[in-house]
């Protein structure tokens, strides 16, 4: 295989993973906050702050949905840790496992 | 002191000097978004930055003492330098990696002077290529890879600084775009504060990775020069004063914070909201994992950079294309003329020769390094007026559209914005 084809396969999984982590994890934090908004009641402090209050049931939507993009940073800190050990994750099985590189 | 100690010892010192700069230059690539949206304040962020680049550099227990090896053959597979280069107790190793440092460190610093995010890692490699290419001959340089994997400076170097500034520019275009689309309806102020959260969450795991990768290399390249010289032996494990001074090193020039460079990643190529920013923080962060995972190596410099960008367009911000294209042109610059400086230290280092000649190439970093610093304070950027607004707004030439209305309602308040000093005027 020659250069270019390598280069272009490393940056095309580059592409991938970065389009699921890096644009995929804010969207679902987006969409989290989005869900509290729905049906959320405002109200005025006593500093005339308009604040919302939540439904329970946006609250337990949107707690799903940020626990997944929480999982997402902690993978990526064991991505961090593995590397400085000389070990990686591998993504072969669910949940990913630590390996010798 | 014999000679031989000498030169050690001046190599030691300026790898950690450039580990240094490369803390303060790549500040930005994790900060600068959260400076700008004002997420952090300015001396949070960097303080914050330099505590996790600390904690990334301990992390590193793998030794990455092959760090040459992508670009020059000066060291066996496992990391030992060359048997026949070391016949002279290791001198001509030593004078090769003082001439690369100095040749990045240079490098480096005059990209800080102009505010320009350039690759501190394309800058370490340039400067080691021109060294190792005027003292080994051309072949002493490692071109490309064999085909099974990528190596070499067009593998290493050439094709991912082209490759990934564009990967890191569609992924935060794409979460920009996607952010807007989920929050466009709702623009309540609590949210505001979340995209902040979400921002300071990647710009620190941004932090450790820099940490892990980059004091990895110094700490390498520090490793080998003990071995050339016959002060240390193993190739699987790395001196602890080498780890500790190494952290720490870089861990303090974050914290120095290149503002300069700051200012021009955060303010001067777009100016972005909590939303952008969390989407290009997000990119940055993904991008360069998922590379170091794959084995992909990129410049953390290039995805920052990229990202902010792609952040930008995502919601139509008016790019200053005339940044843009100054960071392209140091980027497709650093490289060759990193190499260029250190091809001409070696030559300065070996006409003088031995002990004296890294002592004068050490003297003209010092010297130019000087007469840097002087310059940088004619016109002084710190933190307190790293958010300054950018002054050649004229240049901005796409259509600002619906942005300019926008801009008004997601302004941070002025509560989260560090009071501006006056501007320093006298001169120093």
């Keep these: 295989m020659n250069t270019i084809e390598l280069v272009l396969q490393g940056a095309s999984n580059v592409l991938f993973a970065g389009l699921v982590f890096g644009a995929g994890l804010p969207f679902i934090y987006a969409v989290a906050l989005r869900v509290l908004t729905i049906g959320s009641v405002d109200y005025a402090e006593a500093d005339g702050t308009i604040r919302s209050r939540p439904r329970f049931s946006s609250r337990v939507v949107a707690g799903v949905l940020i626990a997944v993009v929480i999982g997402g940073i902690v993978l990526g800190l064991v991505l961090i840790v593995a590397s400085g050990f000389g070990m990686a994750v591998s993504f072969e099985s669910f949940p990913p496992s630590i390996v010798e590189k | ?428």
Excluded at chain 2, 109 to 138: D, K, N, V
Excluded at chain 2, 330 to 344: D, M, Q, S, Y
């Design chain 2, 1 to 428: 002191m014999d000679a031989a100690t000498l030169t050690l010892v001046l190599v030691i010192v300026t790898a950690l000097a450039f580990d240094f700069t490369n803390g303060f230059h790549d500040t930005a690539n994790a900060m600068a978004a959260s400076i700008s949206t004002g997420a952090l304040k300015p001396k949070v962020a960097v303080g914050l930055s330099a505590i996790l680049n600390l904690v990334g550099a301990f992390l590193s227990v793998e030794v990455a003492l092959t760090v040459t090896n992508a670009v020059i053959n000066l060291q066996t597979k496992d990391g030992a330098p060359d048997p026949a280069l070391i016949a002279d107790g290791g001198q001509a190793v030593l004078i090769i990696i003082l001439a690369g440092l100095v040749g990045g460190i240079l490098w480096n610093l005059f990209t800080w002077l102009l505010g320009l995010p350039s690759s501190s890692s394309h800058a370490l490699l340039g400067g080691l290529t021109g060294a190792g290419a005027a003292g080994l001959g051309w072949s002493g340089v490692k071109w490309n890879g064999d085909g099974t994997k990528l190596d070499g400076v067009v593998g290493k170097i050439l094709l991912p600084s082209l490759i990934s500034p564009v990967i890191a520019m569609l992924v935060a275009f794409t979460g920009c775009w996607l952010v807007h689309k989920v929050t466009n309806s709702v623009m309540h102020r609590l949210e505001e504060r979340y995209f902040r959260y979400g921002q300071v969450g990647s710009a620190s795991l941004v932090s450790v990775a820099h940490g892990t990768n980059d004091a990895q290399k110094t700490m390498g390249v520090m490793t080998l020069a003990l071995i050339a010289s016959g002060h240390w032996s193993s190739t699987t494990s790395v001196p602890t004063w080498v780890k500790v001074s190494a952290a720490t090193a870089i861990a303090l020039g974050t914290y120095l914070g290149g503002w300069r460079i700051i200012r021009t990643l955060g303010k001067g190529l777009v100016d972005i909201t909590p939303r952008q920013g969390m989407s290009s923080d997000g990119s940055t962060a993904a991008v360069l994992l998922a590379a170091s995972h794959l084995g992909f190596a990129l410049s953390t410099t290039h995805v920052a950079t990229g990202s902010v960008l792609g952040g930008g367009l995502g919601r139509g911000t008016p790019v200053r294309w005339s940044t843009a294209g100054r960071m392209v042109t140091a980027w497709a610059t650093t490289f060759p003329i990193a190499a260029l400086v250190g091809a001409l230290m070696w030559w300065v280092a070996d006409s003088v020769g031995g002990a004296a000649g890294a002592l004068v190439v050490f003297i003209i970093l010092v010297a130019v390094s000087w007469w840097i610093y002087r310059q940088s304070r004619v016109d002084h950027v710190g933190a307190h007026n790293v958010n300054e607004t950018w002054e050649d707004a004229a240049e901005v030439t796409s259509s600002p559209a619906e942005h300019g209305v926008l801009d008004a309602s997601e302004a941070p308040p002025s509560d989260d914005v560090e009071p501006a000093e006056p501007t320093e005027t006298k001169t120093h």
